[in-house]
């Protein structure tokens, strides 16, 4: 072989294995929405949530888990799928990994201290989501990341705002939206 | 002074598996298979080569009663591989 047709072989072929980042968008939009709906549901029917001492508790745990399965089974399938993992992907997979342990040690540790988690889980999420936007280089992502840490800072300095409804605009603004762009986003992200 | 190929990647099969691996963490014995557009037998053929030579490692495990083979490159691989591309670059510089 030529050196010329070398070199365009290996271009050739590095092309066809693209980042295919893409992929991991349905995963910003389920979590956006399914948290926005949680919130919401809890904002309009508080009774009905905190009917019992622990029924908000099991609420708040058992449906995100059940979440948390589902995106594991969904991100392997797309593993499988696509037949390769690349450095920028496996970076993702640790961070969101070490996130999910991050947030059921919050709640644990908010149970036993008594405390509303959102303001710290809101401030762990953004910083994630601009870490994720950062690496990804896709602004709409690093955007959110920044617009969820706004929102737990809200939440710090102004504890007689509503939780519940910060919690689900922060959710809509840092994971649905940026979602949608990066599922629709025609850039090769 | 320009140094010799890589015989090894001189290999288009190889050089394409080498390529691949140096952008991922990880890949299927059959991506490498649909991107190298070979056999099975000769991609086999081409990755215990490499294996050898020390430039990839290969992890065989079973997924859903089926055997299953990932190869990742190693230190050794990408040095060879950077060290090839840039002779590579070298040796067109030197033609043009």
Same mark, same amino acid.
């Given at each position: 072989?030529?050196?010329?047709?070398?070199?365009?072989?290996?271009?050739?072929?590095?092309?066809?294995?693209?980042?295919?980042?893409?992929?991991?968008?349905?995963?910003?939009?389920?979590?956006?929405?399914?948290?926005?709906?949680?919130?919401?549901?809890?904002?309009?029917?508080?009774?009905?949530?905190?009917?019992?001492?622990?029924?908000?508790?099991?609420?708040?745990?058992?449906?995100?888990?059940?979440?948390?399965? $589902?995106?594991?089974?969904?991100?392997?399938?797309?593993?499988?799928?696509?037949?390769?993992?690349?450095?920028?992907?496996?970076?993702?997979?640790?961070?969101?990994?070490?996130?999910?342990?991050?947030?059921?040690?919050?709640?644990?540790?908010?149970?036993?201290?008594?405390?509303?988690?959102?303001?710290?889980?809101?401030?762990?999420?953004?910083?994630?989501? $601009?870490?994720?936007?950062?690496?990804?280089?896709?602004?709409?992502?690093?955007?959110?990341?920044?617009?969820?840490?706004?929102?737990?800072?809200?939440?710090?300095?102004?504890?007689?705002?509503?939780?519940?409804?910060?919690?689900?605009?922060?959710?809509?603004?840092?994971?649905?939206?940026?979602?949608?762009? $990066?599922?629709?986003?025609?850039?090769?992200? | 002074?320009?140094?010799?190929?890589?015989?090894?990647?001189?290999?288009?099969?190889?050089?394409?598996?080498?390529?691949?691996?140096?952008?991922?963490?990880?890949?299927?014995?059959?991506?490498?298979?649909?991107?190298?557009?070979?056999?099975?037998?000769?991609?086999?053929?081409?990755?215990?080569?490499?294996?050898?030579?020390?430039?990839?490692?290969?992890?065989?495990?079973?997924?859903?009663?089926?055997?299953?083979?990932?190869?990742?490159?190693?230190?050794?691989?990408?040095?060879?591989?950077?060290?090839?591309?840039?002779? $590579?670059?070298?040796?067109?510089?030197?033609?043009?």
């Amino acid at each position: 072989m030529k050196t010329q047709e070398q070199i365009q072989l290996i271009n050739d072929t590095i092309n066809k294995t693209k980042e295919n980042l893409k992929s991991s968008a349905p995963n910003f939009i389920f979590w956006g929405a399914l948290i926005a709906i949680l919130s919401l549901i809890h904002y309009g029917f508080p009774d009905f949530i905190q009917k019992t001492r622990y029924s908000a508790l099991i609420y708040w745990v058992a449906i995100p888990v059940i979440g948390m399965v $589902l995106t594991v089974i969904y991100n392997i399938k797309t593993r499988k799928q696509t037949g390769y993992e690349t450095h920028i992907g496996r970076a993702l997979k640790i961070i969101w990994g070490v996130f999910n342990v991050a947030w059921i040690l919050l709640v644990v540790i908010s149970i036993f201290k008594n405390q509303n988690p959102v303001d710290s889980i809101l401030f762990l999420l953004g910083v994630m989501l $601009l870490i994720t936007g950062l690496l990804i280089r896709f602004k709409p992502i690093s955007f959110g990341g920044v617009a969820v840490i706004a929102c737990s800072v809200l939440l710090v300095y102004n504890p007689e705002v509503n939780s519940l409804l910060i919690n689900g605009i922060a959710a809509f603004l840092g994971l649905f939206l940026p979602g949608l762009a $990066l599922y629709y986003s025609k850039s090769n992200v | 002074m320009f140094s010799p190929l890589d015989k090894l990647l001189v290999n288009p099969t190889r050089l394409m598996i080498v390529a691949v691996l140096a952008k991922v963490e990880n890949c299927d014995f059959n991506y490498l298979k649909q991107i190298t557009e070979t056999t099975q037998g000769n991609l086999s053929i081409q990755l215990k080569k490499l294996k050898e030579s020390g430039y990839i490692s290969i992890h065989k495990s079973f997924e859903n009663n089926y055997p299953k083979t990932s190869c990742s490159i190693t230190k050794t691989g990408i040095k060879a591989f950077e060290d090839h591309f840039s002779n $590579l670059k070298n040796y067109q510089d030197l033609k043009l």
